[in-house]
């Protein structure tokens, strides 16, 4: 029989296991007993090692995933008669079940559109401006997902120009980081250089889709909006009382540079199936491959037949298109036995 157990994917990047030394630190901080719900050595060694990163004062919270990350920065940054711009396809419209609007108390989420999982600036103001009547929810927040849905990477002028029009009215700036490492290892910059010196106000910052077991971090470049924000994360549920089981990986992942040595391989995998992919007779690419993921177009007897030896991938977050997901583990053998299953049915 064959043992899907152990066998990599490329469904999600959180299919995969734990990364070894997110691994070892859990392993290190499990040991005796130490003070609950973040008021120990691991949970402060953790912040101090994102505001390294940044090289700047942040507020740092750690929380169990991302929905609950982007819901309650969100939160925290509006009213619940104001509204949240994001992309069409952003995670926060898409795949977290109204969490933004529920925690928000009823804030409405208002969609604007961009090629390539990207916001196009111009969509702004024509959004913006639809109703300023006290009659419809005033605009007060723009999410940005970096790197997006589609795995493309808003580039520094693209971001700066994006930010500045979004500033222009009026508009703070939340930043979906599920996969902002993947984005970071892109770019070839330092993390400032996409967050706070554009003018992000907050970011969530994923390290579940990095090698984590579990858990993001919420980093508030803008102090005043983290003002109270532990009573949000108590009251959502997401305050750890065994907080060092959450932070000890984010100490385990930042110390050594694994966060950013696991997303750089991740990148490079999905170039090198990329390549592969674009090999192959009447499979098409649909949007650059910049980060950890390939959006393949492939006729449908393959995607039925692939499904047949096994493969998992999903289909839905772009139609037409198998996304296909590397992580902090995939092999070049993985890919290559995906490649060559897709071959031998004859595309
Ligand atoms: C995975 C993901 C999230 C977080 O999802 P959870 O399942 O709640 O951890 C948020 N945003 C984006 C863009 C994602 O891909």
Aim: hydrophobic content about 40%; overall charge neutral.
């Amino acid at each position: 029989m064959e043992n899907t157990h152990v066998r990599r994917q490329f469904a999600s990047d959180n299919y995969s296991g734990i990364c070894p030394e997110a691994f070892a630190a859990l392993a290190e901080a499990n040991q005796g007993h130490t003070r609950s719900y973040g008021n120990d050595p691991w949970t402060d060694k953790a912040a101090d090692l994102i505001r390294d990163i940044f090289e700047t004062k942040c507020e740092v919270f750690f929380v169990f995933n991302g929905t609950s990350a982007n819901s309650l920065s969100l939160a925290s940054m509006c009213q619940s008669y104001n509204s949240i711009l994001c992309h069409e396809q952003a995670h926060i419209e898409t795949a977290e079940c109204g969490a933004p609007e529920f925690f928000a108390n009823g804030t409405k989420v208002l969609l604007v559109g961009g090629d390539g999982g990207k916001i196009n600036p111009a969509c702004i103001e024509p959004m913006v401006k639809k109703r300023t009547d006290i009659h419809y929810p005033k605009p007060r927040v723009i999410s940005i997902t970096q790197a997006t849905e589609a795995g493309t990477v808003y580039s520094l002028n693209e971001l700066t120009n994006l930010i500045e029009t979004a500033r222009s009215f009026g508009l703070r700036i939340q930043m979906d980081g599920a996969r902002f490492s993947n984005a970071v290892a892109a770019l070839g910059v330092a993390p400032k250089e996409i967050t706070w010196k554009r003018g992000v106000d907050v970011l969530c910052f994923g390290g579940t889709k990095n090698g984590m077991a579990i858990g993001e971090a919420v980093v508030f470049f803008n102090l005043e909006l983290a003002r109270e924000f532990e009573y949000r994360c108590k009251q959502g549920g997401q305050l750890a009382s065994k907080m060092r089981f959450l932070s000890s990986q984010w100490v385990g992942m930042l110390r050594d540079g694994a966060w950013l040595r696991h997303a750089t391989h991740g990148n490079k995998m999905a170039k090198y199936f990329e390549e592969k992919l674009r090999a192959v007779p009447n499979v098409k690419i649909s949007f650059a491959c910049e980060t950890n993921s390939v959006f393949a177009h492939m006729p449908e007897h393959v995607i039925a037949g692939l499904r047949t030896k096994g493969w998992q991938f999903y289909t839905h977050v772009s139609p037409g298109d198998c996304r296909l997901m590397c992580s902090w583990d995939t092999t070049e053998e993985d890919i290559n036995q995906f490649v060559t299953d897709v071959k031998n049915l004859k595309p």
